[in-house]
């Protein structure tokens, strides 16, 4: 099975006062399609760098990053768009809803810019399976955090992207909420066979995930596999 996901020697450096911080160095990663991946590691260890280089927001410093045999860092920056809108989701630790619309218009705006078909449908269905059915016509401000992460989730499976990158998914959340959207992450992610990169210190997730990647000063220092997760 080919790698859905590849990077090869890939290097982040940033310049820092007067001198150079690395903040990747020399990363070779391979993730297969359907995986879930959890990123781990201390505060500055390139967890959300790293997440950032796979889907294409963020240019390396050398490297190769590949998404299904093409190098997205390659490409310019329009090719790039038209590649995220193809097949990548994104969820956010700040839940990135904007603020005017409400949940439905929220669900509904990817979809349209995807051109899906009867995506009112589709939005309809991704609100029910996340439970937000009767709230679809709030807006953000009149809905709790959990709720809002929700919305975020309907949003990110709504065009039913290959690849869903999660940045600290629960970090803004209480634990029980948090453990009832990682629990609708798991169920969307097996319904809709979506390769899962997600960046966490949550322990919880971590032990969920199937393979843990740990990075320590911007180089993996173990990538383990956990074979008692679902």
Not at 91 to 97: A, G, K, N, P, T
Not at 157 to 175: C, H, M, Q, Y
Request: glycine share 8%; charged share 25%; proline share 6%.
């Amino acid at each position: 099975m080919n790698p859905r996901i590849e990077c090869r020697a890939l290097t982040k450096r940033m310049p820092s006062g007067n001198q150079v911080l690395t903040i990747l160095d020399d990363v070779h990663l391979s993730i297969h399609p359907g995986e879930l991946v959890a990123i781990l590691g201390p505060s500055g260890s390139g967890k959300s760098t790293l997440l950032g280089l796979l889907a294409g927001l963020d240019r390396p410093t050398s490297g190769q990053v590949v998404i299904d045999g093409q190098r997205i860092d390659a490409l310019d920056e329009d090719a790039l768009a038209l590649l995220r809108r193809a097949k990548i989701g994104f969820v956010f630790q700040s839940f990135q809803l904007l603020g005017n619309l409400t949940a439905m218009e929220n669900v509904l705006l990817p979809l349209e810019l995807a051109g899906t078909a009867r995506p009112r449908e589709r939005a309809t269905e991704l609100l029910a399976a996340v439970g937000l059915t009767d709230r679809a016509h709030h807006y953000p401000s009149q809905l709790s955090g959990g709720e809002q992460q929700r919305v975020a989730l309907a949003r990110a499976f709504g065009p039913r992207p290959s690849i869903l990158f999660a940045d600290e998914p629960t970090g803004n959340l209480d634990a029980a909420t948090g453990e009832r959207i990682l629990a609708l992450i798991q169920d969307l992610r097996a319904k809709e066979k979506t390769t899962l990169v997600l960046v966490t210190h949550d322990p919880v997730i971590a032990r969920l995930a199937p393979r843990r990647i740990h990075l320590r000063a911007g180089r993996i220092e173990r990538d383990e596999t956990n074979e008692s997760a679902a």
